[in-house]
């Protein structure tokens, strides 16, 4: 008599992030899919509030040579009364027929965090003075080596535009525009960023990336899900979710760097955020993506929920035909970019931008 054998099925998983591929089962209901995602995208960040750009009166303010590559301190304007600085990384020799492929970088909550990218010390005089950046947050200064010019634009509420009541407090904002959100903000002068990075004669406009830590994991996020120029995202540790989240006030405060003031009646009554990051992460999609996180970096069952939530985005990088661009790192570091993550992150950048064309084909913009 033939032995029976128990029944190996794996247990399904359910998870929060479920409702991402419901009633999806082609790139036509995805594609449908895709436009309420990104009208809800765009409500949550209050995108309407935002001002018309203006031209933006580039200034190179300074330059220097740094051993191996060029740094220029530049300004611009993002609005008609506001000027915004930025440090931009030249690579030695000349550009390559083309351009070289350009990345924006963006720091974390750290006055000097935008001279931290390139390894920079902070300015003299400043709480952060002799600090550098010797500790993976040099991501910039890796990049300019490796061949990518660089943009490093410094927060809106920090170092060159530190308001009354300092560092990384939002109330001027909301003063002066009270139906925008911090979110709409940086993502607005983010892409002025890119613009300005586009715009040079020394990069390939066709091949720009962006990647970030923390503050900027999450601007990274938030670009790349706007910006449809951004061919590559590597956002590092840039935190919790709406939905799986102990503590979903930190994303609406009501005191210092306030990212979402309409969101705080939502989360007062437990309500479920109109776009969490799961479909914001698929408004980048089929573009490459790397996420790098710790699983100790904060709440540990979140970021474990985090590591679900890139199980589910992976579906979709599948039907769309390109699950290779798409990855995640996870370790054991903590709030850090440990060697292990400042190594996949340029491998990847090296993978998707150092090509000519969009290997992705039509897929790697939306109208």
């Not at 408004?283 to 589910?312: C, S, T, W, Y």
Request: net charge negative.
């Amino acid at each position: 008599m033939e032995e029976s054998l128990p029944d190996w099925t794996p247990t399904p998983i359910a998870t929060s992030w479920d409702d991402l591929m419901e009633e999806i089962s082609s790139v036509e209901d995805w594609e449908a899919k895709r436009k309420d995602v990104h009208d809800r995208f765009l409500a949550l960040i209050c995108d309407t509030a935002a001002p018309e750009p203006p031209e933006p009166d580039l200034k190179v303010e300074r330059a220097w040579r740094a051993n191996d590559f060029t740094i220029q301190y530049v300004s611009y304007q993002v609005e008609e009364d506001e000027r915004a600085h930025a440090y931009v990384g030249v690579p030695g020799g000349e550009p390559p027929s083309g351009g070289f492929p350009g990345v924006v970088c963006l720091h974390g909550t750290t006055n000097w965090g935008a001279r931290r990218t390139l390894g920079l010390l902070a300015e003299p005089g400043d709480p952060d003075e002799g600090r550098g950046g010797v500790d993976g947050k040099d991501f910039a200064r890796q990049l300019v080596r490796r061949g990518y010019v660089t943009i490093s634009p410094e927060h809106f509420c920090s170092a060159s535009r530190i308001p009354e009541e300092g560092r990384y407090e939002t109330a001027a904002l909301y003063r002066k525009h009270p139906n925008w959100s911090a979110v709409g903000k940086y993502t607005y002068d983010s892409v002025i960023a890119t613009n300005v990075l586009a715009g040079r004669e020394d990069v390939d406009e066709t091949r720009l990336g962006v990647t970030g830590h923390s503050l900027g994991g999450h601007g990274s996020v938030f670009l790349a899900a706007y910006d449809d120029r951004i061919k590559c995202a590597i956002p590092s540790c840039s935190g919790g979710t709406f939905r799986e989240n102990p503590a979903p006030l930190h994303w609406s405060r009501d005191h210092w760097y306030v990212y979402f003031p309409q969101l705080r009646k939502d989360f007062l009554a437990g309500r479920q955020v109109q776009c969490d990051f799961h479909e914001m992460f698929a408004l980048i999609a089929p573009r490459p993506v790397l996420e790098r996180f710790a699983l100790n970096d904060g709440d540990e069952a979140g970021q474990a929920h985090r590591v679900m939530l890139h199980l589910k985005l992976r579906e979709l990088y599948r039907l769309l035909g390109h699950e290779d661009a798409h990855a995640f790192l996870v370790f054991g570091d903590g709030h850090a970019i440990p060697d292990l993550s400042q190594e996949a992150c340029l491998s990847w950048m090296d993978r998707w931008l150092k090509h000519k064309g969009d290997p992705l084909g039509s897929w790697g913009s939306h109208s």
